[in-house]
């Protein structure tokens, strides 16, 4: 794997984990990241 490669892989996971630590700390209750957009709210 390229350096490019593996540095945009890693921009994206560092974005997705600051956006599902934003969206866990807003929702305490939720489950893991996903499940939300994909399960229908109980």
Do not use: D
């Amino acid at each position: 794997m390229r350096i490019a490669e593996a540095a945009a892989l890693v921009g994206v996971e560092v974005h997705v984990l600051r956006h599902w630590m934003t969206w866990a700390s807003s929702c305490p209750t939720a489950p893991w990241p996903g499940i939300a957009s994909t399960a229908p709210s109980t």
